[in-house]
């Protein structure tokens, strides 16, 4: 069974900075899509930054230039590190990873940005 865990989110002024992490029960080189997705009160899931293949990245077009998508392969961790963030950043952050074809995800960890 594979597990994700999550954890780093809080409560930050905006301009401030977090870091995510997502840590996996298994080696992270094994998985086809790591991600990180978000979700605000009353909206869709929506994709924030994730490894498509292996070194190939992607970014909403709205965190672009804010945040960094990053892996440490010995720790079987991702990272999500977000800069100058917004209140429009607030939502839970869910880290997704796609596993011998079948996508698991963690609880999530929530990140409040105030203004």
């Known amino acids: 069974q594979v597990q994700l865990v999550e954890s780093g989110g809080g409560l930050v002024q905006a301009g401030g900075s977090l870091r995510l992490s997502c840590a996996a029960s298994?080696?992270?080189?094994?998985?086809?899509?790591v991600g990180w997705f978000r979700q605000a009160p009353g909206k869709q899931r929506e994709v924030v930054a994730a490894?498509?293949?292996?070194?190939?990245?992607y970014y909403a077009a709205s965190v672009k230039g804010r945040f960094t998508i990053s892996r440490d392969n010995a720790k079987n961790t991702v990272y999500l590190q977000m800069n100058n963030l917004k209140p429009e950043d607030t939502g839970r952050y869910y880290c997704?990873?796609?596993?011998?074809?079948?996508?698991?995800w963690g609880q999530g960890t929530q990140v409040t940005v105030s203004s």
């Open positions: 997704k990873g796609v596993w011998a074809l079948r996508d698991y």
């Open positions: 298994t080696s992270i080189l094994s998985f086809n899509y």
């Open positions: 490894f498509t293949t292996v070194g190939s990245t």
